[in-house]
Nanobody
Framework: QVQLVESGGGLVQAGGSLRLSCAVS????????MGWFRQNPGNEREFVAA????????AYADSVKGRFTISRDNTKNTLYLQMNSLKPEDTAVYYC????????????????WGQGTQVTVSS
């Protein structure tokens, strides 16, 4: 069993920054590519960013490229998402996910999911 626990969400003004964290436990962190997705009520889960093992390969949605940075600390089994220049349209519940099948932007590739953390950006 793998557990993913997100933290770091909150309310921020447009133009501000937040850093999300995702702590992974239960299985070896090195087995997984990791991703961040986001979702608003009534919408599909949207890809944000992903990172492979050990962290050299990354991918970003066009909407966040240049503003968000995904990273992982393999000594702490933790995934991060640094979010800068936040916009109201970034408001969503953010989920981290683990994939045993490699880096992907497709949510159905991911095996394990966290419970999500709310990010709200006010204008």
């Amino acid at each position: 069993q793998v557990q993913l626990v997100e933290s770091g969400g909150g309310l921020v003004q447009a133009g501000g920054s937040l850093r999300l964290s995702c702590a992974v436990s239960g299985r070896t962190f090195s087995k997984f590519a990791m991703g961040w997705f986001r979702q608003n009520p009534g919408n599909e889960r949207e890809f944000v960013a992903a990172i492979g093992w050990p962290g050299r390969s990354t991918a970003y949605a066009d909407s966040v490229k240049g503003r968000f940075t995904i990273s992982r600390d393999n000594t702490k089994n933790t995934l991060y998402l640094q979010m800068n220049s936040l916009k109201p349209e970034d408001t969503a519940v953010y989920y981290c996910a683990a994939s045993s099948k490699g880096l992907s932007s497709s949510y159905d590739v991911y095996d394990y999911w966290g419970q999500g953390t709310q990010v709200t950006v006010s204008s």
